[in-house]
């Protein structure tokens, strides 16, 4: 790969390196962006190191650019940032760190490159780029990061055991990297993550939830669980995912296992959907099998009621995991609560108002929870995946034509609250609310149709039941 032809392709490599020469400064171009050019990757940010003051660096780049970006600068850290086009530019000066032992914020002072590049978590994120006139364009490779890039390997550049305890985070970034890459993870590496992984418990959930977001937003999330399973590291975050696992037998009776059969459902939608949250839902829609587990002896294993108890489990598990507590877990919660209705409306013989329950309950989200029922189908037997997947073409296509006819998908109470009050001259109040309940059971039931005339007719006929009488303008 001609590395001066892929630099000119983004002006700013240049115009940092002119810069960098005016100050007698070196500076290379590292980390994320120099490995995402070798793959051939989109890379979001560029990152510069220079051989002094970054801070310096950046201002003089600053100055020197026509449209003079501001410079943020984060003293703590010695480094300051630039936006240029939709480039977030950072420059800093090389450091070398030292570790103690409870914290992962190390001690930093000024260093060479080269110490600046082994105190980097792995070797693909180790390469540098010399972007000074005098050898512009030069590869800095002292950790074989290249040829590991080529071998697709994750593998730090330093002793793996010291590396993971000094910054247990890396032990995450390295099963993330492994995932987006498609990577594998060299042995020494990933025993030095099996040696650490109770070093875990000193990272904040926020980073740790960061880098199991971007594992689940991978191409085949499985590898990344995986992973992230047989290291042990799952287990210290999100135990009740560990407890999918296993399999159990009476006699000839086991069950499948959910932890590997949530892992395929999870893949599956992952071929459908980039929904961060869609894919959350597939991770959690078993997850109350474990603790609604049963034997009987005629039936042999039963998980009732996992749905529901799933659906009260997730706020705690969100909490727990600095997951966002709005809307989007409401959003997991319901596809969780409903994963087993659709399935449940196969039958020839459901009736229309099965299916306008569920369109009511599920809103907006009906197609989106059937993409988690058919990514729910994991049968080894073809024969059978063909089957379910039909029946649940007749499914929806009943639900359409419920849909098309009573329109329940996005209810809004034919009659609202504030005009039951204004008819009977009631204040807000239980009865106002009973009401307009009674009033969508109805429409839901099929026993009036979702129209004002019927409803208002409906209304008038409850009201004199409850001796509610119209008020009277004299
Ligand atoms: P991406 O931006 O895609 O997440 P990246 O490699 O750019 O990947 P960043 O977190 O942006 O990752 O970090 C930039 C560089 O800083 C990395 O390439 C790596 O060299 C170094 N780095 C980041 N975090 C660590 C860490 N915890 N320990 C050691 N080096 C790190
Ligand atoms: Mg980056």
Known sequence: MN???????????????TVAD????????????????????????????CIGDGIKLAKAVSAALP?????????????????????????????????????????????????????????????GISINEANYGELLDPFD???????????????????????????????????????????????????????????????????????????KPSYG????????????????????????????????????????????VSTRTDSLWLRWAAIMHDIAKPATKRFNQKVGWTFHGHEDKGARMTPGIFRRLKLPMDERMKYVQKLVKLHLRPIALVNDK????????????????????????????TSKNDHKVKRFLANFDKVEKKLQEVEAKDQVRNFQ????????????????????????EEIKEAILEGQIQNNKSEALELMYRLAAKKGIEKKTNH
């Not at 400064?25 to 989109?42: A, H, K, N, S």
């Open 350 to 377: 459901v009736t229309d108002a099965a299916l306008r329950r569920l369109l009511f309950e599920a809103g907006d989200d009906i197609d989106d929870l059937m993409q988690l029922c058919r990514a729910d189908v």
């Open 67 to 127: 449209e003079r970006p501001p410079v943020a600068v984060f003293k703590n850290f010695g480094t300051a940032m630039i936006k240029v086009g939709d480039w977030e530019v950072e420059f800093v000066g090389a450091r070398k760190e030292s570790y103690q032992r409870h914290s992962r914020k190390p001690q930093v002072e000024a260093g060479t490159l080269q110490e600046d590049q082994e105190r980097r978590d792995f070797t693909i994120n180790t390469l």
């Open 225 to 268: 669980f995986k992973l992230l399973f047989v290291s042990g590291l799952l287990e210290h975050f999100f135990p009740e995912m560990v407890a999918l696992q296993g399999v159990d037998s009476v006699g000839d009776k086991s069950h499948k296992d959910n932890f590997y059969h949530t892992l395929q459902v999870l893949d599956n």
């Open 3 to 17: 590395l001066k032809k892929s630099l000119a392709t983004i002006p700013i490599f240049q115009q940092v390196g």
């Open 145 to 219: 990061g290249v040829k590991d890039l080529k071998r697709k390997i994750i593998r730090t550049p330093a002793d793996p055991e010291l590396t993971f305890s000094d910054d247990p985070l890396r032990m995450m970034r390295a099963i993330r990297f492994a995932a987006q890459l498609k990577f594998d993870i060299a042995p020494d590496t990933f025993e030095g993550i099996l040696k650490n992984a109770d070093r875990l418990s000193i990272i904040s959930g926020e980073r740790i939830i960061d880098e199991l977001n971007k594992i689940i937003l991978t191409e």
């Open 22 to 49: 005016q100050l007698n400064m070196e500076t290379y171009l590292v980390g994320g962006y120099v490995r995402d050019l070798l793959l051939d990757r989109p890379s979001k940010d560029i990152d510069f190191v």
């Open 413 to 436: 109470p034919p009659v609202s609250g504030d005009e039951i009050m204004a008819i009977f001259g009631l204040k807000p109040s239980r009865v106002v609310g009973d009401l307009k």
